[in-house]
């Protein structure tokens, strides 16, 4: 039989590899429920027109299609590629359910026919959250939503992250007090600078956005300022330019940032950055991007931002504020480079020992005890020498062998330390750090060791 390969951009994970995933997805939720965010699984796949952009069809969607349809069929269901465009639909699907504001959590794979990389994969886990309204949706959610992702990621084992938040008003405000006729595409040059030099967007600018050359300048001079403070405000208004549109993102920034300041630690900051930009048209104010430090080669490991049109119907329109995190994208690199991983292989925390197989009956009883007040257990597989099944339970990660005394009573071994202690089924219980396998961080990674 030929050797299986694995599928390119199809990662799968280990059970101890899982054991990290299935935490960090466990801990947001738990955040998310907490703000009072309602959790939402929308299906796989939806109609190929409804995941076209602009009327035309990316290349990259999967489409849905039975083997056995005719040769000619032209497929009609593709698989999402975000969980933004199922939501907006889950939106209109069921706005006559619907409580508004409606708040939403949703974590789900998502699937893309891009080049597998690094962070960047075929099937991949996202956790996205969303504020929407009906008609309207008050500013201040701005600024929650950011909060609330701030401290979702802040609970959370991972090398320093980095929100840099930014708002289109003042982007948008400021090229047109500037005079540049083509704000829309000056936005999208913008957008590049993280990929091009700033000499080759001032030339875009002028070429492709109708900027004079010192209009590009001065784009360039408003893109460098990032401060982790409101300080941006002055700075702004230092170059000179003046909008309404630019004083109303100007204040709406400075919110953000203000509200999300007592929520920061040394695990997430926050921070005003004037570059970005997030070229999709459909974003209308706030907008963020989330960098991971020593990651950086990822580039964003998150972002989002309000939009004042998720959905419409022709009568009613849905504006909302959301932010996503890549799952994947950040975990899989993480315990591929050994920076997280599982305590343990199996849930178990116990093994409980079995004499001889005239004893298994026992054993299991015991098991099932145990069981009943949440310790997960295992018996041991066969009655080998106490020594292999303790060996085996090395094997597994599991820290408590449990052993049946030839009077009745009971002693349980924590295997890691050698300590051994007389223990009773129906009152024992492990450390609650051993209860369950737990996300153990196994190495500090620096900006240096990944550069």
């Known amino acids: 039989m030929a050797k299986i390969a694995p599928l390119s951009g199809f990662p799968e994970l280990l059970p101890e590899q899982r054991v990290v995933e299935r935490e960090i997805i466990a801990s947001l939720a738990r955040t998310f429920e907490l703000h009072g965010f309602a959790n939402i699984e929308t299906r796989v796949v939806e109609p190929i027109d409804r995941l076209a952009k602009g009327g035309e069809i990316d290349k990259e969607i999967y489409v849905l299609q039975r083997l056995a349809a005719e040769p000619d069929a032209k497929a009609e269901?593709?698989?999402?590629?975000?969980?933004?465009?199922?939501?907006?639909?889950?939106?209109?699907?069921?706005?006559?359910?619907?409580?508004?504001?409606?708040?939403?959590?949703?974590?789900?794979?998502?699937?893309?026919?891009?080049?597998?990389?690094?962070?960047?994969?075929?099937?991949?886990?996202?956790?996205?959250?969303?504020?929407?309204?009906?008609?309207?949706?008050?500013?201040?959610?701005?600024?929650?939503?950011?909060?609330?992702?701030?401290?979702?990621?802040?609970?959370?084992?991972?090398?320093?992250?980095?929100?840099?938040?930014?708002?289109?008003?003042?982007?948008?405000?400021?090229y047109r007090g500037l005079g540049i006729s083509d704000v829309t595409t000056a936005i999208k040059v913008i957008d590049k600078?993280?990929?091009?030099?700033?000499?080759?967007?001032?030339?875009?600018?002028?070429?492709?956005?109708?900027?004079?050359?010192?209009?590009?300048?001065?784009?360039?001079?408003?893109?460098?300022?990032?401060?982790?403070?409101?300080?941006?405000?002055?700075?702004?208004?230092?170059?000179?330019?003046?909008?309404?549109?630019l004083e109303t993102g100007l204040v709406e920034l400075a919110a953000v940032i203000d509200g999300c300041a007592s929520a920061t630690s040394e695990r997430v900051s926050v921070e005003a950055n004037l570059r970005i930009a997030r070229g999709l048209d459909y974003y209308t104010g706030t907008v963020l991007e989330v960098f991971m430090a020593g990651y950086e080669r990822l580039k964003s490991v998150g972002g989002?931002?309000?939009?004042?049109?998720?959905?419409?119907?022709?009568?009613?329109?849905?504006?909302?504020?959301?932010?996503?995190?890549?799952?994947?994208?950040?975990?899989?690199?993480?315990?591929?480079?050994?920076?997280?991983?599982?305590?343990?292989?199996?849930?178990?925390?116990?093994?409980?020992?079995?004499?001889?197989?005239?004893?298994?009956?026992?054993?299991?009883?015991?098991?099932?005890?145990?069981?009943?007040?949440?310790v997960a257990c295992e018996v041991s597989a066969d009655a080998a020498k106490f020594g292999k099944q303790i060996r085996a339970a090395e094997r597994r990660g599991i820290p408590f062998v449990w052993f049946s005394q030839a009077d009745g009573t009971h002693q349980v071994k924590d295997i890691r330390s050698g300590d051994q202690v007389e223990a009773d089924p129906s009152t024992w219980s492990p450390p609650e750090e051993d209860l369950r396998p737990q996300v153990v961080t196994t190495r500090t990674t620096t900006l240096e060791e990944n550069q």
């Open 77 to 174: 269901l593709g698989m999402h590629f975000d969980l933004t465009v199922p939501f907006a639909r889950y939106v209109l699907e069921n706005a006559g359910k619907l409580e508004f504001p409606f708040r939403r959590f949703q974590i789900q794979p998502a699937w893309r026919g891009e080049r597998p990389q690094e962070g960047r994969y075929r099937q991949f886990t996202q956790a996205d959250i969303d504020i929407v309204g009906r008609d309207t949706l008050g500013f201040h959610h701005d600024v929650e939503v950011v909060r609330v992702m701030v401290e979702a990621l802040g609970a959370l084992p991972l090398p320093p992250l980095s929100f840099q938040v930014n708002n289109r008003k003042l982007i948008q405000g400021f």
């Open 193 to 245: 600078l993280d990929k091009l030099p700033a000499e080759t967007v001032a030339e875009q600018l002028v070429e492709q956005a109708g900027a004079t050359p010192e209009q590009a300048e001065l784009c360039l001079r408003l893109a460098t300022i990032r401060v982790p403070d409101t300080s941006f405000v002055e700075q702004v208004r230092a170059l000179g330019v003046e909008d309404e549109l």
């Open 304 to 374: 989002g931002g309000r939009y004042d049109a998720l959905a419409s119907d022709g009568k009613t329109t849905y504006p909302g504020v959301g932010v996503s995190f890549g799952v994947s994208r950040t975990l899989i690199p993480l315990i591929s480079d050994g920076v997280l991983a599982g305590s343990r292989k199996v849930p178990s925390a116990v093994l409980v020992a079995v004499t001889d197989e005239d004893a298994r009956e026992a054993s299991t009883a015991i098991a099932t005890a145990l069981r009943a007040r949440g």
